[in-house]
Nanobody, 125 residues
Framework: QVQLVESGGGLVQAGGSLRLSCTPS????????MGWFRQAPGKEREFVAA???????YYGESVKGRFTISRDNAKKTLSLQMNTLKPEDTAVYFC???????????????????WGQGTQVTVSS
């Protein structure tokens, strides 16, 4: 069973930056895709960014140009650099791993089979 642990959330003013990290358990299996989703109160879980096993990255429209997803293959750590944060970025951010999804479903939360517990990001105006 893969366990994912997120860290790096917090409170930041609009225009500021935060970096989230996701570390898998030692028994982590190889993934086809690793991604970040977020969920604000009363809203559905939203795709933020994902990285395919080839290294190609994909981003949600609302974060393009501001967020960058990356991975450290040696440490098997997934990161999300968030710049120019806006109040509407406030949400709980979840790390997710998918072991059997297909590329066309990379933005769908249901495609991922392992999830972290989430980390709160709050952006004040």
């Amino acid at each position: 069973q893969v366990q994912l642990v997120e860290s790096g959330g917090g409170l930041v003013q609009a225009g500021g930056s935060l970096r989230l990290s996701c570390t898998p358990s030692e028994r982590a299996v190889s993934s086809r895709a690793m991604g970040w989703f977020r969920q604000a109160p009363g809203k559905e879980r939203e795709f933020v960014a994902a990285m395919w096993s080839s290294g190609n990255s994909y981003y949600g429209e609302s974060v393009k140009g501001r967020f960058t997803i990356s991975r450290d293959n040696a440490k098997k750590t997934l990161s999300l650099q968030m710049n120019t944060l806006k109040p509407e970025d406030t949400a709980v951010y979840f790390c997710a791993w998918g072991t059997s999804l297909i590329l066309s479903s990379i933005t769908r939360a249901a495609s991922y089979n392992y999830w972290g517990q989430g980390t709160q990001v709050t952006v004040s105006s």
